[in-house]
């Protein structure tokens, strides 16, 4: 007897256990830039859902500090003027993992294009990153309370479930009360609109002071914040005092030879090959229209570090704004990586919200990994290319073309002479080579490490820098010494391809693969650099010392990094400033005697592997 014929199962409710949702929570990894982010969105949708004009959202960051004690706690607050009422509670807010969540309680007739995502994000920041957290909302006349206990478990708050309140009332209990806008007010005290307050109290890893300009900071350029701050009017309160009165990203100025945008249309299909197997990945099918990728150039270089660096990036917009990010060098291998970091822009591909094989993940970071990830991906990478490739043959159409035989041989001097005379030194200054297991000088081709009859000193290292040196039979491996190269030379990390940069890069440059190899990039495309050549010529004495200041500044900022992480991370302005004079007066003193004739004669020659 066959049962699939005559059993019909009676569908029920999911039901789950309550650490389900630490899981989940856990996997959110929340900064705190990251946990605002999903608040403003959540705010700016509550306008969308009323149909709001962009020049009438109003947001308000609030931050007060503590201090330390346990009665003055540190508090971070989000305030929107559109208010709550309990059926949206218990219809949107309260539920998880809800697609639709954003989306509820809109005005009948409006085409929703919210920020939110799944209604998860927002409540978790709430529920993760703070010791309680609640919402107080006010519409129609009825103030609700509604968060996370200590527990984590949430709910009302005892007596203000629906409880019928005066506006005056209300807000005063909100404590807002002498900084609501007047034209706002007015509308608050005729019912025309409500108000809430996200509120969370001992934020994590925030004892006393919040620092809320850093904060804005990082907050300005988070992928999930970016657009809604694009389209709103967000203000920043701090211990009861406007210290922002619109939170605005930075204009990015385009290159001038590239002012407008390169606008791709995503192919039907995509090819895909991993292993042996070529595979045509579909990225386009009736429901779901072809995607485009818009991208745009700046002025000046994102860089690798920092908060514009975040801006360096496409962002993967979907209908629930944007729905992951990617710096540039997560998109996979770049060819033209220095150039690449002139461009930014946005992706939109709809079949990647396709719910039978949906690639958004719940914490709208990065895309779920699968092969049409993986070939859009692939993809985008070659476009930024393509574009990145146009941008350094425009910079070499106005670039000289300077000869770099004298200035490499200059170079290996000073690398030769950094290693072998300055190997005590940098030891001391930046914890350098440990003794390790051979001894080492700068021999015949000053190709580093290594025992040679004609070396001058023991424990160095060559031409080359690299990592080991030292002697004694010790096992442990140092540091080993930077290595210094000037721009327009073969890539060591890639064989094959030219390292060039641009007059906007840094005099000293470091690509993000250059870091653990201990790379430096003089950049000879810098407008002092060119000028030198130029007027005084690749043989100058000029172009000599330019070239030994740029070795002093690599050995200051190697100082200063050594000095910080013995101290922890952080490093005090005196101390700063100690490392620096010392590094300066320890190098200067040495060169004066070492690279007297490099330095200060007119004319000086160096021989090829000398």
Not at 242 to 267: A, H
Not at 355 to 382: I, T
Request: charged share 30%.
């Amino acid at each position: 007897m066959k049962t699939d014929n005559v059993i019909s199962i009676i569908e029920e409710p999911n039901e789950f256990d309550d650490h389900l949702l630490d899981i989940i929570g856990n996997n959110f990894n929340f900064s705190h830039e990251k946990g605002l982010a999903e608040w403003l969105k959540n705010s700016i949708d509550a306008y969308i859902r009323q149909d709001v004009p962009d020049e009438n959202k109003y947001v308000v960051m609030r931050f007060t500090d503590g201090d330390g004690g346990s009665v003055n706690i540190p508090v971070f607050e989000m305030i929107d003027y559109v208010g709550m009422t309990s059926t949206d509670i218990n219809k949107a807010l309260k539920r998880w993992g809800d697609p639709e969540a954003a989306k509820r309680g809109a005005k009948k007739g409006i085409r929703l294009r919210v920020h939110g995502g799944h209604g998860n994000g927002g409540k978790f920041y709430m529920r993760q990153m703070f010791n309680i957290s609640h919402f107080i909302t006010y519409r129609d006349g009825y103030l609700n309370i509604f968060g996370f206990s200590d527990h984590k478990k949430y709910g009302f708050a005892q007596g203000f479930k629906d409880k019928k309140i005066s506006p005056d009332q209300a807000l005063k209990m909100a404590g807002l009360d002498g900084f609501v806008l007047e034209n706002i007010k007015r509308k608050i005290m005729l019912g025309k609109t409500g108000f809430t307050v996200v509120k969370g109290l001992r934020p994590k890893n925030i004892a006393k002071k919040i620092s809320v300009f850093q904060l804005i900071q990082k907050i300005k350029h988070h992928p999930q914040s970016r657009r809604a701050l694009k389209y709103s009017q967000v203000s920043v309160i701090h211990n009861g005092k406007f210290v922002m009165n619109r939170v605005t990203m930075n204009e990015v100025q385009p290159l001038d030879e590239f002012k407008d945008p390169f606008i791709f249309d995503i192919p039907e299909y995509l090819e895909y090959e991993e292993g042996n197997e070529n595979r045509r990945i579909e990225m386009s099918t009736h429901k779901f229209t072809s995607g485009k990728l818009i991208l745009k150039t700046s002025s000046i270089p994102f860089g690798h570090s920092g908060h514009s660096a975040e801006l360096n990036c496409i962002d993967f917009i979907g209908e629930a704004g944007v729905i992951a990010s990617y710096r540039m060098h997560e998109l996979g291998f770049l060819k033209y990586y220095p150039q690449a970091q002139f461009i930014y822009g946005e992706c939109s591909c709809p079949i990647l919200e396709d719910p039978e094989d949906d690639c958004v993940q719940n914490d709208r970071e990065k895309l779920v990994e699968s092969d049409k990830v993986k070939a859009l991906l692939k993809w985008v990478a070659l476009k930024v290319d393509e574009v990145a490739e146009k941008i350094g043959n425009k910079e070499k159409e106005k670039q000289k073309i300077e000869e770099l035989h004298t200035s490499e041989i200059f170079n290996e001097f000073l690398n030769k002479w950094k290693n072998q005379f300055m190997s005590k030194f940098l030891r001391e200054i930046l914890g350098g080579p440990e003794k390790g297991s051979s001894t080492g000088g700068l021999g015949d081709e000053g190709s580093g490490g290594g025992k040679n009859g004609k070396s001058e000193t023991k424990d160095g290292l060559g031409s080359g820098g690299g990592k080991g040196g030292g002697k004694g039979d010790q096992k442990k491996q140092g540091m080993g010494f930077p290595r210094v190269l000037i721009s327009g030379q073969d890539d060591p990390l890639n064989p094959g391809t030219t390292v060039n940069f641009t007059e906007r890069h840094h005099v000293i440059e470091q690509r993000l693969q250059d870091v653990s190899e201990q790379i430096f990039w003089i950049n000879r495309e810098k407008l002092l650099a060119r000028k030198i050549l130029e007027k005084y010529g690749k043989d100058s004495v000029e172009w000599r010392n330019y070239l030994f200041q740029c070795y002093v500044n690599i050995f200051i900022t190697s100082a200063l990094e050594a000095k910080a992480k013995s101290e922890g991370g952080v490093l005090s302005v005196d101390d700063a400033k100690r490392v620096i004079d010392e590094t300066y007066s320890k190098i200067y003193d040495k060169a004066s005697t070492d690279l007297e004739k490099f330095l200060l004669n007119e004319s000086y020659e160096v021989k090829e592997g000398a």
